[in-house]
Structures are given as C-alpha cells and as structure tokens.
C-alpha cells in the first residue's frame, strides 16, 4: 500500500466526514480503474470508513442510478461510502452530478480529465503518483 491512496482517502473524508457519500474511480481502462478504486477502497476502510464497492465494465448511467446508487442512499442511514469503478463514462457531462468525489486514474501519455476531483497517474502501479493538472488554460471547448 502507498501513501498515495492514504491522501486521497485523507482529502475525501476531509470534505465528506459524514453520511451516504458516493466516489467514482474511472479512466480510459475500466480494469485498471477497479484495481485503483480497490487500493482505495482499503485506505478508506484503514481510515474507519464502512466502505461498499461496485464496478461497471461499461459505466451504464441508468443501471448504475438504479441498481446500485439508489439501492445504496435507501439503504440505512449509517455512514458509508460507495466507491464505484468503470470507464470513462463515469464522467460523462450527466453522470457528473452523481458524485460527491471523481479519481481519474490513468496511464503513460493518457490524457487526464478536466471534471475529476483528482488525478492518479498509475504508470508504475507498484508505485502511483499523483497528478496536478492547471486547467485554467485550456480552451473552453476542451472535453466539450
């Protein structure tokens, strides 16, 4: 385990302390995202979180409202945190809002995603770093 996922838990719980909170790990390779979201999912587990996991290979946003998001925030009111792998689509422009937290995970020259909360870079998974992206420059046609 590296320190890494021990931030990133660090930061979320920072600003989500409490409650039924939903995190999305998603990247261009769904697989890789739900290694990343797993290695995180034990940080927050670590940090005292109950902590639910999920993955969609294809990030359908109806079946993921309706079968594991809603399931999920009708459940008791006990904390919990609902981490959620897939693809890209994760972060389409209306799955956006579902998330109080998004991880971009990505690989060697990948490009990051300007909507996500945080960038992981997981070239070297043994050893993940994390990415700082300025994105106040690029146009604003970028990602449109």
Known sequence: MTGVWDDIAEQFLQHYKKGR????????????????????????TDAGETVERAHSADGDEGELRDAVIAPFRAAAATDAVLVVSGPAE??????????????????????????????????????????????????????A
């Open 21 to 44: 909170r939903l995190l999305a790990v998603a990247g261009v390779d769904a697989e890789r995202s739900r290694q990343v979201a797993d290695s995180l999912a034990i940080a927050l």
């Open 90 to 143: 994760l972060l389409s422009k209306s799955a956006r809002g579902m998330w109080h937290f998004t991880l971009w995970q990505l690989a060697g020259d990948e490009p990051p995603h300007a909507a996500a909360s945080d960038l992981v870079d997981v070239t070297d998974p043994a050893n993940p770093t994390r990415r700082f992206a300025d994105y106040c420059a690029l146009p604003s046609s970028y990602e």
